[in-house]
């Protein structure tokens, strides 16, 4: 054999080698691309939820996994009305079946922690989990550390019951116990919180039990802040329905409280102390320890995101949505982290598919019980512009229908929420 058939043998084996190099890259290829795409989402409230139930109703293609170590879920929506028996906590009470209906994995546990570049969260169990695209739905945390005299075991004694379950049920039992005279205090934290017109609601579902069972009880409202949403419907109807019933101390007049005493149920503010009969203490809020250990915080706390999708501003291909994130104009409710849910799956979907995705709307909705039948609603309509959600057509008090056609319509809105966010 000569050196030009030496030549043309190696020149044939290259061309083979290439051609079987070409045929296993396809196969690798095809195989990622075969592979169902993995979206595990940590945190199952009405963000997290909503997110994973959505992803398998826009593509049952994607693997969806929700890890929580809650089997069953209390919502604190409608928790005001279980604290004054109008509401059972049973009817507040939601499983995770719908998901499992809907081919969601639910796993009872706990995220650890994540590791963004290698793509996979730790469970408190030690096990991990790969993912493609994260969702973290933490909810929010209490700073126990802000309010001297208030410790995490001080809150049996004076709770905060900013968590439907145990909370609302000991709180409860300490407004049948109350004394007729007594004083029910209610502090409300300075900055960010969860559901900010909530504290008001509980003024006003509390003052109605006490006008029927302890006529000669008030409420108290101590607020860090000098204002709060809705608050001239909230004090008409105050002095309507509860007059002389309801007090709320702003800031500027010390309603501030600085320090408490759990053991002889006094609250401080810069006016003195006030002996109270019982204390709802709301502490100062951020968001769920796995955010922020994960860097998905920002130096004031809470976790900035890209308005259109959800994703971290911080970390590639994590999501954060719901209490947790900064989310522009939208409050801290239900509603608003359903909305968020909605379309930080749409997001997902559409870059999975390499899709383009329309500009988001939002909405949400807070209803706040004024009494056993009679409710106010606070809409918002949403959209991002400058790089920011701002809020747009805010409706005005003139154009609501009545405070009880309103209360009609929340206790539908709560069945409606529920069954979209859980499934039921």
């Not at 169902?36 to 049952?60: N, S």
């Not at 996994?65 to 939601?94: F, H, I, K, Q």
């Amino acid at each position: 054999m000569g050196v030009g058939d030496d030549a043309s043998v190696r020149a044939r084996r290259r061309f083979i080698k290439a051609a079987a190099l070409a045929v296993l890259g396809g196969a690798q290829l095809a195989s990622a691309k075969a592979r169902r795409a993995r979206v595990v989402v940590a945190g199952g409230g009405f963000a997290g939820a909503t997110c994973a139930l959505q992803l398998r109703r826009l593509d049952t293609a994607i693997d969806v996994t929700l890890v929580d170590p809650d089997e069953r879920y209390v919502t604190c929506p409608m928790s005001d009305a279980a604290l004054v028996g109008w509401r059972s906590m049973r009817s507040l009470t939601v499983s995770r079946a719908g998901l499992a209906r809907a081919g969601v994995r639910y796993v009872r546990d706990r995220v650890a922690s994540i590791d963004a570049q290698a793509r996979h969260i730790r469970l408190a169990s030690s096990k991990d989990l790969a993912y493609d695209r994260l969702v973290v739905a933490p909810g929010i945390r209490f700073l126990w550390d802000r309010l001297p005299g208030y410790g995490e075991a001080d809150s049996q004694r004076m709770p905060h019951a900013w968590r439907a379950g145990a909370q609302t049920g000991l709180l409860a039992a300490q407004l049948r116990d109350i004394d007729d005279g007594g004083v029910f205090a209610i502090c409300v934290p300075p900055g960010l919180m969860r559901c900010p017109p909530a504290p008001f609601e509980r003024a006003s579902v509390v003052a109605a039990y006490l006008k029927q069972h302890r006529p000669r009880s008030k409420v108290l409202i101590f607020d860090a802040n000098n204002h709060f949403p809705k608050q001239d419907v909230f004090a008409a109807a105050w002095q309507e329905f509860y007059p002389g019933m309801i007090e709320w101390i702003p800031a500027t007049e010390g309603g501030a409280v600085q320090r408490v005493d759990a053991s002889n149920m006094t609250l401080y503010t810069s006016r003195g102390a006030q002996r109270v009969a019982v204390a709802n203490v709301i502490l100062q809020q951020a968001p769920g320890l796995l955010a922020v250990d994960a860097g998905l915080a920002s130096g004031h706390g809470w976790c900035p995101v890209k308005p259109e999708s959800f994703e971290s501003a911080l970390i590639e291909n994590v999501h954060v949505i719901g209490d947790a994130c900064i989310a522009g104009a939208m409050p801290k409710s239900a509603s608003a982290a359903n909305s968020q849910a909605l379309r930080c799956a749409r997001a997902i979907v559409a870059s999975l598919r390499e899709q383009e995705l329309p500009s988001p709307r939002f909405d949400s909705v807070c209803y706040s019980l004024l009494g056993r039948d009679r409710a106010l609603a606070i809409h918002g309509r949403f959209a991002v512009a400058d790089g920011e959600i701002r809020q747009i057509d805010i409706a005005q008090d003139a154009d609501q229908p009545s405070p009880q056609a309103q209360a009609l319509q929340a206790a539908r809105w709560y069945d409606q929420i529920v069954a979209e966010s859980f499934g039921t």
